[in-house]
């Protein structure tokens, strides 16, 4: 019994420092809009009803970005707004493309919406989505859920240890007396 107590605490004990870890990278990988993006790949937890019907909120949406000759009209492409200091994520279909050079593209979407390339995200077709996922990364990433539930049990953790150490270190101290 003892040795799958200690099992089971050890399990955990590691998985919640790989997923503090993993938090830890997730927020350190943030783009200019707030996103986390490792490399191709953003992250986007669904916190609003701005996706919906097509996403619902909780979902988390894996967004690969796609080569600029892949957009073709038509497409249902995911980028970023800007406005009024408010950045938001949105996604419609591109009604016009307009090349500007080999590595930049202004589209236009549904509503009139013209925007760079640099604010593109990727294609509908080629996201993954993971229901309920989104909820839970959004509230690690939160700054109260990231003090909560990540530094100050960190925090905690290392007063323990550092409370048992001195408490071993006083008690090899305390010389015993032999009658």
Do not use: H
């Not at 707030?34 to 949406?61: Q, R, S």
């Not at 970005?65 to 497409?75: C, H, I, R």
């Amino acid at each position: 019994m003892k040795k799958t107590w200690n099992f089971f605490k050890n399990f955990i004990i590691i998985a919640y420092i790989l997923l503090i870890i993993f938090v830890t990278i997730c927020l350190l990988s943030y783009n200019d809009y707030k996103v986390t993006e490792f490399g191709k790949y953003t992250l986007l937890p669904v916190v609003d009803d701005y996706l919906e019907p097509d996403y619902k909120v909780g979902d988390l949406l894996i967004i690969e970005k796609n080569d600029l000759d892949d957009v073709k009209l038509g497409d249902i492409i995911f980028y970023y707004r800007t406005a009024r200091g408010i950045t938001t994520v949105n996604y419609s279909p591109v009604i016009e493309l307009e090349r500007v050079t080999d590595t930049e593209t202004t589209f236009t979407a549904v509503g009139d919406i013209r925007f760079s390339s640099s604010y593109f995200m990727g294609k509908a077709d080629t996201i993954t989505v993971i229901p309920q996922l989104g909820k839970v990364l959004g509230l690690l990433q939160s700054k109260w859920g990231f003090l909560f539930l990540g530094v100050f049990p960190s925090l905690l953790a290392f007063l323990y240890t550092l409370y048992s150490v001195i408490t071993e270190v006083k008690n090899d101290n305390v010389v015993e007396e032999v009658p």
